[in-house]
Each structure stands twice: as structure tokens, then as C-alpha cells.
Antibody
Framework: QVQLQESGPGLVKPSQTLSLTCTVS??????????WSWIRQPAGKGLEWIGR???????NYNPSLKSRVTISVDTSKNQFSLKLSSVTAADTAVYYC??????????????WGQGTLVTVSS | SYELTQPPSVSVSPGQTASITCSGD??????ACWYQQKPGQSPVLVIY???KRPSGIPERFSGSNSGNTATLTISGTQAMDEADYYC?????????FGGGTKLTVL
């Protein structure tokens, strides 16, 4: 059974770059036709999709974040990563990674990681 | 940009049927899915492709999607079903979530 685990600094200073890694266990990140996504949730608010990557390196990003987001994959480590630049307090959120079942023109996320809280503060 | 609208809250008595709606322009032409999120926990997929249940999700969870509205229905609602529920769809390669609905079982 595939499991995902986020890791990275819990505190980032304003204007700096947020960096997180998602480690996939219980299966190869390269097996099957899955994408891998990052999603975030500010405290008390809803879910916001950040972007996705395929193991070929192909990416899609949320248009509202596209200028600041980079998602990459390291198949040798069974990991994919998120970088969000020029962060502000508005980027404070719980960040989730998830397996993205993309099938033509629809998708769903399953499973999700446990999430990691990132706070942007000086 | 595409938007999905959910009611902020829905209340239901134990044992009754809860319906949570998700509205979007021509949503019935897309596939919708639903997630359950309990406090302090990660979201869990409960319905995908409008009406399919993942393994391990109780049969009391069902879904439909037509016109501009997708609906998550919970039959025989139990106290353990109290949670936030989010709909999600895919629009022009981008993912869209609804704002979430807090289901209260009282």
C-alpha cells in the first residue's frame, strides 16, 4: 500500500524559498500512470492545488502560483519536491503531497500524505 | 477561472440522509470527486468519477453528477461522518476544489 510522507522546514522567512520533499513508500514512484501533486490548506480554510508532476518530468501548475512554483522528481530516491519562491505570510499553510490519478480529462487524489505545517515568519 | 460552490454547512440527524451539493458551470460534463476531512487529519477520498467508491469506503456514501450540480449523499448518517467535505473537479488541465462543507451530525 502506497504511503506518502512530507518533510522539510517548518519555518521559512518572508521572501525566501519554501522547499519540501515527499517520499513515497510501499511502491515505486515510477510504476503505473500516476502523477504526483502538491496541495495546501491554510488554517481553517479550504484546499488549494499547487501543481503536479509526472515521472517523465512533465508538470502542470496552478496558474495563480505558476510564477513561483517548481516541482521536480527524483525517481532514484522515490521522491518528488516542491519549491515555492518569494514566500509571504499568505503562504503559511499545511502542505500535502498526494498521488494524482489522472485519467484523460479527470483526476482524483489518493492517498494523501499526513501533511506538514509551514509557517512563513521572520 | 472555473469555480465550484458548496454550502458552508449542512446539518443532519443521526440515521438520516445527508446531501451535500457542489455547483459549477456544466459540472455534469466533467467528473467530480469528493473528500472527507476530519479535524487534524488529511483528506480521504470517498467518491471518484462522480459515483465510484474506493475500497474501504462504506456503502452509505454515494455520489451523482448532472447538469450544474454534483451531490454527495450519505445514507444512514453516523456520528463518525461528521467532517468537512470537499468536492473537486478538473478543468483545462487544472484542479479545482470547492470551498468545503462542514457536516454536523446532531
Amino acid at each position: 500500500q502506497v504511503q506518502l510522507q512530507e518533510s522539510g522546514p517548518g519555518l521559512v522567512k518572508p521572501s525566501q524559498t519554501l522547499s519540501l520533499t515527499c517520499t513515497v513508500s510501499g511502491g515505486s514512484i515510477s510504476s503505473g500512470s500516476y502523477y504526483w501533486s502538491w496541495i495546501r490548506q491554510p488554517a481553517g480554510k479550504g484546499l488549494e492545488w499547487i501543481g503536479r508532476i509526472y515521472t517523465s518530468g512533465s508538470t502542470n501548475y496552478n496558474p495563480s502560483l505558476k510564477s513561483r512554483v517548481t516541482i521536480s522528481v527524483d525517481t532514484s530516491k522515490n521522491q518528488f519536491s516542491l519549491k515555492l519562491s518569494s514566500v509571504t505570510a499568505a503562504d503559511t499553510a499545511v502542505y500535502y503531497c498526494a498521488r494524482d490519478w489522472l485519467a484523460g480529462t479527470y483526476n482524483w487524489f489518493d492517498p494523501w500524505g499526513q501533511g506538514t505545517l509551514v509557517t512563513v515568519s521572520s | 477561472s472555473y469555480e465550484l460552490t458548496q454550502p458552508p454547512s449542512v446539518s443532519v440527524s443521526p440515521g438520516q440522509t445527508a446531501s451535500i451539493t457542489c455547483s459549477g458551470d456544466k459540472l455534469g460534463d466533467k467528473y467530480a470527486c469528493w473528500y472527507q476531512q476530519k479535524p487534524g487529519q488529511s483528506p480521504v477520498l470517498v467518491i471518484y468519477q462522480d459515483s465510484k467508491r474506493p475500497s474501504g469506503i462504506p456503502e452509505r456514501f454515494s455520489g451523482s453528477n448532472s447538469g450544474n450540480t454534483a451531490t454527495l449523499t450519505i445514507s444512514g448518517t453516523q456520528a463518525m461522518d461528521e467532517a468537512d467535505y470537499y468536492c473537486q473537479a478538473w478543468d483545462s488541465i487544472h484542479v479545482v476544489f470547492g470551498g468545503g462543507t462542514k457536516l454536523t451530525v446532531l
